[in-house]
Structures are given as structure tokens and as C-alpha cells.
């Protein structure tokens, strides 16, 4: 069995093109239930997608000490949704947009994210 919640990625970069931080108010934290951990939670995935235009995101892992598997993702509109599996311990999940380039002003392209436990 799969329990799933998803949500949208806010408009505006929260990061350069080269990963520094815009503003944090153009992110989102996802306070997540502990993947891998025990008989009643099973594995647990993130996956992103998006329409009308090409989206690069800016994605951290926090594992309850210190923010790891920090890593930039493009999500296609033409492809498929963009995941990956949490690692066991995961307690919280950073995402933001991040510019593709210095000229990139295409910070309001539908996104959205997908949480997703099998049970």
C-alpha cells in the first residue's frame, strides 16, 4: 500500500545559478515521517514534475544532524517526474527553484512535488 501527499514548489528562486542562496521565503520545507524506520513506514521517495516549461530545482536532505545529499534536479515538462529515494533517517526535505543561467527570469513555471511512502 502507498500513502502519498504532494504540493506545489512557491514561485520565485530561491537560488543562483551557481547555488547561492536568493531568499529563503522562495522555499519550502517538508517535515517528513522517518523513511525506512520499522514494520509500519516503509520506503520513502520524492519525485518532482513540471508543465509548460523546463524547472531546475535546488533539493536538500536533512537526516535530524546536519543537511545532506544537497543536489540540483531539472524536471522537464516533456519527460517524466524527477525522484528519488530518501535515505533511511531522513527527517526533513529543502526545495527551492534555482536560476538555470543569469538570464533565466522563468521563476513562475508550474511545479509541483510528490511524497511518497510503500507501506
Not at 512557491?10 to 537560488?15: E, I, L, Q, R, S
Not at 520499522?38 to 520524492?46: E, P, S, T
Not at 517524466?80 to 513555471?109: C, F, M, Y
Request: charged content about 15%; aromatic content about 10%.
Amino acid at each position: 500500500m502507498s500513502v502519498f501527499q504532494t504540493g506545489q514548489i512557491p514561485h520565485g528562486f530561491a537560488f543562483t545559478e551557481n547555488g547561492a542562496l536568493i531568499h529563503y521565503k522562495y522555499a519550502i520545507v517538508l517535515a517528513i515521517p522517518q523513511a525506512n524506520q520499522g514494520n509500519w513506514l516503509g520506503d520513502g521517495y520524492v519525485s518532482f514534475g513540471s508543465d509548460f516549461g523546463d524547472v531546475r530545482l535546488r533539493m536538500a536532505v536533512h537526516n535530524g544532524t546536519s543537511w545532506t545529499s544537497v543536489k540540483t534536479i531539472t524536471v522537464t515538462s516533456s519527460g517524466l517526474r524527477v525522484g528519488e529515494q530518501l535515505p533511511a533517517g531522513s527527517q526533513k526535505v529543502s526545495v527551492g527553484r534555482a536560476k538555470a543561467g543569469p538570464n533565466d527570469t522563468a521563476d513562475d513555471i508550474p511545479a509541483s512535488w510528490l511524497l511518497e511512502y510503500q507501506t
